[in-house]
């Protein structure tokens, strides 16, 4: 039977965003979020491939996942033998993070309310989809900087049951090369149904194109569409 690397190919299609710096806001609340490539691993719940979980984080996950190109197969059999618990969680999490990524402007802003949980995050964005409630946990660690912490995949409501909030994502925007905000979306531009996000980005690509030409041409100014 031939391996799969879903894996590996969710890691490729993150890394594409690595650096960008997003906002992402509601009526009330507002996320300035730096996307890091480092993290995929760890959304995922990759970690537990070591029966010491903490053994490996951040970039030397991701570089131990991806130095040795493991499958799906592989990932799972280590997650079955070293923590058996989490092999169910982390299925999930890998078969519905990227689809939920790329629908993140139709969901939802709750407040993280369970105190039991080891989650750091103030706030969970959220949607359902197959019955399942799919969590990103957003950690502000000072100011007007925040991250993705952790996504799950949950039967209930158990980690945001007693909020106070429950916004509507307004929109999600990323900051171009001139520092001026435009629409940003997880999806492939082609996939986009909205008018006004298609001409946003193509301006943008086409921005940093002519920026290129006029770069290697040695041709000092500026040309905006």
């Known amino acids: 039977m031939k391996s799969k690397y879903k894996v590996q190919e969710i890691i490729k299609w993150w890394q594409k965003y690595n650096n960008k710096n ?23 719940g990759i970690q537990y491939i070591n029966k010491d979980s903490q053994k490996y984080k951040g970039k030397d996950l991701l570089l ?16 079955s033998q070293n923590n058996p618990y989490f092999i169910g969680k982390t299925k999930n999490r890998i078969k519905y993070f990227k689809s939920f990524m790329e629908n993140l402007e139709n969901s939802n802003i709750v407040e993280m309310t369970n105190k039991n949980s080891n ?20 950690k502000n660690v000072g100011g007007y900087e925040d991250f993705f912490e952790t996504f799950l995949v949950q039967e209930s409501d158990k980690y945001f049951e007693n909020t106070l909030i429950n916004e509507k994502i307004k929109c999600i925007k990323q ?7 435009i629409p940003f979306t997880f999806k492939n531009i082609y ?17 940093k194109r002519i920026n290129v030409v006029l770069n290697q041409s040695n041709i000092n100014f500026n040309l905006e569409l």
């Not at 906002?23 to 730096?34: A, E, H, R």
């Not at 131990?64 to 997650?79: A, E, F, P, R």
């Not at 989650?119 to 957003?138: A, C, E, P, R, T």
């Open 191 to 207: 996939n986009i149904k909205d008018v006004d996000i298609i001409n946003d980005l193509q301006k943008e690509n086409i921005n």
């Open 64 to 79: 131990y996942i991806t130095k040795h190109n493991l499958s799906d197969g592989v990932i799972y059999q280590k997650i």
């Open 22 to 44: 997003i906002v992402i806001q509601s009526d009330n609340k507002i996320f300035n979020i730096k996307i890091d490539e480092n993290a995929i691993a760890h959304l995922l």
């Open 175 to 181: 900051y171009d090369t001139r520092g001026n905000l």
């Open 119 to 138: 989650i750091k995050s103030q706030y969970l964005i959220f949607s359902k989809k197959d019955n399942k409630v799919m969590l990103l946990g957003i």
